[in-house]
């Protein structure tokens, strides 16, 4: 798996951190996204799809590793 976020989407709602704070945080000043880890393995993998589908701007892009 492997994440994008496009930080121009984001409305800093903060859904994204509490369905997977391992792999999302927020900037402090503004609260747009902050992408800890691109890459998460494959135990964060549900909680990834979770963040994407709750966030409300759209702003999580997932892609599959080949
Ligand atoms: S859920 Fe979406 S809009 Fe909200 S902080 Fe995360 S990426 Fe940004």
């Not at 989407?9 to 509490?18: N, T």
Request: net charge negative.
């Amino acid at each position: 798996m492997k994440i994008t976020v496009d930080e121009g989407k984001c409305c800093g709602a903060g859904s994204c951190v509490l369905a997977a704070p391992e792999v999302f945080d927020q900037r402090d000043e503004d609260g747009v996204v902050v992408l800890l880890d691109p890459e998460p393995g494959v135990e964060l993998h549900q909680a990834v799809h979770e963040a994407a589908s709750v966030c409300p701007a759209a702003a999580i892009a997932l892609a599959e590793a080949q």
